[in-house]
């Protein structure tokens, strides 16, 4: 049995440690935009397929402000995702949609969304009765 340890030292600190500020907002979950602009993931994109080609599909729907497209180290192909960023929210929201409707890029059909999503509100899910 250990006895809880007390620290009577009037220098160290009492307050109030463990409370972290939150970054919460009143506006609920959704997307959130990030440093510098809007960041949408694409995620199935074909191996084959060149930057070229994911650029060409995001520029129909706005100016695109930077394009992260990973390539695997061994085989040179592309790893699957993409990170695609707007300057302006409707121009990722629309090059959401519209890809999502899409064939897709190179044939291959991809799924498109927020790279970044606030988490919802404290409170916001419902408990459940264990039974």
């Known amino acids: 049995m250990s006895k809880k ?23 609920g979950p959704g997307p959130m935009k990030s440093i510098e602009g809007w960041i949408v993931i694409v995620k ?24 992260h497209l990973n390539l695997d180290r061994r085989t040179g192909f592309v790893k699957g995702y993409a990170l695609v ?5 409707t121009h990722a929201s629309d090059a959401i949609n519209g890809i999502n409707k899409s064939e897709g890029i190179c044939g291959k059909k991809v799924q498109v969304d927020w790279a970044f999503k606030k988490p919802p509100k404290k409170g916001a899910l419902k408990q459940t009765k264990k039974q």
């Open 85 to 89: 960023e707007f300057n302006e929210y």
């Open 44 to 67: 199935g994109i074909h191996e084959e397929a060149q930057e070229d080609d994911v650029f060409d599909a995001f520029s129909k729907y706005g100016p695109i402000k930077n394009l």
């Open 5 to 27: 340890q007390t620290n009577d030292n009037p220098d160290r600190y009492k307050g109030d440690a463990g409370n972290f500020q939150s970054l919460e907002s009143d506006d």
